[in-house]
Each structure stands twice: as structure tokens, then as C-alpha cells.
């Protein structure tokens, strides 16, 4: 099965529980990246910004919620259960946020050039079969001077990392089990987590992209960073 088909079967299977198994996970704490996230964006004071890979929404909702009217807020995905359940948290909410979900690949995106005046990816990077070619897409979409904003795992400093690997490995698939009843696809995480570049790689790889002034903003002791960029 291609990876990306593997991915979004994955999501699918967890999705439920996936909000949940997030905060409990995370032990509350992606709360505040996310605010930390948005409150980045909120800056730029942006028309139009496109969550992608936005999963259940949290962020896209975050951002409608903190941007206010003015600012057009639309979330991607390629995963539709995950879609279905941003959508249904959408209708529950009063007044129900005017928030476009939709299905699109971050590989090949349905959007115009130079269309959009922010981009917004939490913890989706990571997932993507082919990371340059979604820098692109993402760098395509943005209009000149546009931002980007990654959101995603990184590796934490170094006194901190026996404890945190062994905490993936060991404890994170037996805790996401319990909760989710898949402790495959946090075995999976874990493991990607553990992959992927550190924040200096992924600043490079931003900048071959196209983006210039590229930041990383280390959180946690490292465990997830901000990587913002301009196209
Ligand atoms: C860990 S979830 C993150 C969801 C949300 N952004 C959050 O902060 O909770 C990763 C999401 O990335 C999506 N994803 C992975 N690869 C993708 C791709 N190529 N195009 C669109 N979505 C993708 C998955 O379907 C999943 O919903």
C-alpha cells in the first residue's frame, strides 16, 4: 500500500479518539502550542490562511476564533474521517464558525498561485511521503510575502533525550492504546518522531523550498518547534 494510503487509513482508524488521546498525551500541553501557534499568525494579520492537514480542526478553529471575520480560514486534509469529525465539532459549536473543511492532498493542492496570505501545518509535515514537494506546493500557494507556520515534533535538547526516546518507545504505544485501542499507530508516531530532522534540518529544507528569514522556535524543552518562513 503507498505510504500516503497507509497514513490516511491510520488517521481514519483513530480519529474518534484522536482529539482525546491528543490532550491526554500530550498532558494538556498541545493546548498551548497551538495558542502559541496561532498567536504567531495573528501577527502577520493575515486575509486568507489555509490550515492544512488540519486533522479535526483544533487549529482552524483556534485561528477563526482569534482572527476574527475579517480573516478567511479554510482546513485541508486528505484523511475524511478526520474531516467528518472537524466538520461535526464545527456544527456543535455556537454559533457555528464560518470554517471551510475540505479534502486535498498538501502534494498537489486545488489552490491558485500566490493565492494565500498564510499557511498553517500542525504536526502534519512529518506525515508527508514527500517533504520537498509539499514545501513547494505550500511555497506556490503563497502569495509574495506570504507566511508559513510549521507546527511539528522535533528533537528535544540532548540531556533530555533517553528520557523522552524511552518514553515514545516503551510508554507511548501502551498509554495511546488504552485510549485509542490502536497502539500500532503510535507506535508508528513514535517512530517518525524520532526520524525526522532536527531543527536545523528543517530549516534547510524550508529555505531550498524557496522561503527566506526562516525561524525555528524551539518549545518544551525542544519537543516541538514553531518553523515560520516567508515566500
Ligand atoms: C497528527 S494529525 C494533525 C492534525 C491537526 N493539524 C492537529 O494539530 O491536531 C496529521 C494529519 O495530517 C494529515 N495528512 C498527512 N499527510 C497529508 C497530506 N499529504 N495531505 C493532507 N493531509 C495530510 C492526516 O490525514 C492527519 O489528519
Known sequence: MPEAEAVCRMFGRIAKRYDLSN?????????????TLVRRVKRTNPGNVVDLATGSGDVAFALKRKLGVRTKVQGLDFCQPMLDEAERKRRNRNPVPAIHFGWADILDLPLESDSVD???VAFGIRNLENRSRGLEEIRRILRPGGKVFILEFSQPYRWFRPFYY????YVLPV??????????????LGGTIVKF?????????I???????VLAIPMTLGIVSIHQGTA
Open 166 to 169: 524511552t518514553y515514545l518507545k
Open 118 to 120: 498564510a499557511v498553517t
Open 23 to 35: 490532550h491526554l498525551l500530550s498532558w494538556g500541553i498541545d493546548f498551548w502550542w497551538r495558542r
Open 207 to 213: 529555505r531550498e523550498a524557496g522561503f527566506h528569514d
Open 175 to 188: 498509554l495511546a492504546g488504552w485510549i485509542t485501542g490502536r497502539p500500532e499507530a503510535y507506535d508508528y
Open 197 to 205: 530532522p532536527r531543527r536545523r534540518g528543517l530549516t534547510l529544507e
